[in-house]
């Protein structure tokens, strides 16, 4: 069985998908810890820090993948639906350079050496690749962007535009805030309803408020779509329960940075 695992590289630690990794995918989501720095990492540039700083952080992503900084590329996100392409020219949008992809909460691309940025801290980031490696995605899906399905965009992308069987593509969900922790209105809940039937992933409290399971409904939807079961890694880790390890808007509000998703071809 597979799973979405820590590693530790000079002293930084993030997660990988070890069945991204049997294919041969580049990628990892991040988290706060570095053993050497007395601050989090964090890879938003409106959060504090000097620009240098977060830069620095760019610089040990790029190590873990092996690609510079010059060439990762990142988007404005608006929890919304949206996947757009990347291509050469938009090397260094959103990080280097002042414009970036906008107002896309999904990237995809299918050529080399373009490393793909999502960003989250709560909101569950989603990578895809296919086992011959021909296209990548990264995918930002905030509740609203999830009961909006990007998911499925992404999907239908891959295999509209380029070429991807369905079976062969592959899945990381990475760490986001859990059933456990992510409460939300009878309001919003009603919203996933609209989806599908949500016993398996919505809980009623107490209180009328529900608890929804962020994971497990973009899983539905992936499954849904047609990717298999067995392509799809899913992390366990709750960003609002693990503060070691994660930035949590719900548990630190404007003060919380942001983690990255990368993934590379």
Known sequence: MCAVLLRQKDGYHYL?????NQYGIRHFF????????????NFGFHYGETREEIL????????????????????????EAIVRD????????????????????????GENHIPLVIFSADCTPVLLADKKNRAVCAVHAGWRGTVQKIAKNAVEKMYREYGIPKEDILCAIGPCISKCCFEVSAEVAEEFEKLFPMESFAEKKE?????????????????????????MDVSNDCTFCREELFYSFRRQGKEAGRMAAFIVR
């Open 30 to 41: 991040s988290t706060i810890k570095h053993d050497g720095l007395e601050r989090p990492v």
């Open 16 to 20: 990988q998908s070890e069945l991204l």
């Open 56 to 79: 620095s952080h760019y610089r040990i992503a790029g190590e873990i993948l092996g690609e510079p900084v010059e060439r990762m590329v990142k988007s404005t996100q608006i929890h």
């Open 86 to 109: 990347v291509e050469e020219a938009d090397c260094g949008k959103g990080i280097l350079r002042e414009s970036d992809i906008e107002n896309a909460d999904g990237l995809i691309c």
């Open 207 to 231: 209180n009328g408020k529900y608890h929804i399971d962020l994971k497990g409904v973009n899983r539905e939807i992936l499954l849904r779509e047609g990717v298999p079961e067995k392509n």
